[in-house]
């Protein structure tokens, strides 16, 4: 019982003694609050932007910007991703071009975004849009590419349609790995959302 209570507390406890050492340190080290803010004024600020809305008003908007962001690229992430898994005439046109943007990270956007979208949500979304766009589409076409080709080939003795093709083996297929991508994806649209405000 005991062993089993110390294994429930020591992440608790880990973490106080971390927020203990931050106090500690912030307080001795004689560094301007401004610059790193001791773990009590953290506490006493955020109770203050709970009493005066401010941390619902910028709540709503971050879950805005990233739900829109993320959620346009699924939209056009995994359509674009089966295309290319499936059409090799795509692939081979497309593929170099995503793989050349891919590697760009999302802030080194925020320039062009702002000059194109202004300031405001619009140049957010579309850098969330992007960091989010790239990854889904590769994952979704290498998803579709690793589908046994067996499938296919009972999928045309039956004669299935390419919409059948779509709907009855290449979405089941890709599922769980659409779902592991989308997981990921939403992590790193969280983290652009802080650099795009």
């Known amino acids: 019982m005991n062993s089993a209570l110390a294994h ?3 992440p608790f406890l880990s973490f106080t003694v971390l927020v203990l050492i931050w106090e500690i340190a912030v307080r ?3 560094l301007d609050s401004h610059v790193l803010p001791g773990p009590s004024q953290v506490f006493f600020s955020m109770i203050e932007l709970i009493k005066n809305g401010a941390i619902f008003k910028h709540t709503v908007a ?3 910007r990233v739900t ?3 959620y346009l ?8 991703g089966i295309i290319l898994g499936r059409n090799q005439t ?5 593929n170099p071009i995503i793989h050349f943007l891919r590697p760009i990270s999302p802030l080194a956007w925020i320039p062009l975004a702002m000059l194109w979208f202004g300031i405001g949500d619009k140049p957010a979304v579309f850098l969330i849009f992007l960091a989010s766009f790239f990854p889904i589409v ?9 589908i046994n080709p067996t499938f296919f080939y009972v999928a045309a003795n039956f004669d299935f349609s390419r ?3 779509i709907q009855k083996i290449v979405i089941p297929a890709i599922i769980p790995a659409i779902i592991t991508a989308l997981r990921l994806t939403v992590t790193i649209a969280w983290i652009v959302v802080v650099a795009a405000r």
Do not use: C
């Open 8 to 10: 429930k507390l020591a």
């Open 28 to 30: 001795f080290a004689g």
């Open 62 to 64: 971050s879950l805005f």
């Open 68 to 70: 829109a962001g993320f």
């Open 73 to 80: 690229a699924a939209v056009f992430g995994i359509p674009i």
């Open 90 to 94: 795509a692939a081979l046109l497309f």
């Open 138 to 146: 590769v994952s979704t076409t290498v998803a579709v590419q690793s």
């Open 163 to 165: 919409a059948e093709v």
